[in-house]
């Protein structure tokens, strides 16, 4: 079991930068490939970023490719989204997840722990 709670969102102009952070409960941490997803008013929560275990893997959507980076340090038992040149576009409630295992998803159903979730909000 894996509880998850995000915290760092806010509200930011259009090309500023905040990083939100996702600590972890759970003594097995470094075994679960650790995920980014989003959600903006009216649409369907979309995929961000994951991260495998090791860090040895990444992936990012085309939308913040270049512009957000994942992050984890298993010894904190946390995972980071470090986001700069922030867009308008961008606003959405961001929600950490977490599945256990080595293969790293895009995909939200694949995921079986989730936070609360973290507003951010980009004014232009």
């Known amino acids: 079991q894996v509880q998850l709670v995000e915290s760092g969102g806010g509200l930011v102009q259009a090309g500023g930068s905040l990083r939100l952070s996702c600590a972890a409960s759970?003594?097995?941490?470094?075994?679960?490939?650790m995920g980014w997803f989003r959600q903006g008013p009216a649409k369907e929560r979309e995929f961000v970023a994951s991260i495998h275990w090791s860090s040895s893997s990444t992936y990012y959507a085309d939308s913040v490719k270049g512009r957000f980076t994942i992050s984890r340090d298993n010894a904190k038992k946390t995972v980071y989204l470090q986001m700069n040149s922030l867009k308008p576009d961008d606003t959405a409630v961001y929600y950490c997840a977490a599945v256990y295992g080595r293969v790293v998803f895009t995909t939200p159903t694949r995921y079986d722990y989730w936070g609360q979730g973290t507003q951010v909000t980009v004014s232009s």
């Open positions: 759970g003594r097995t941490f470094s075994s679960y490939t």
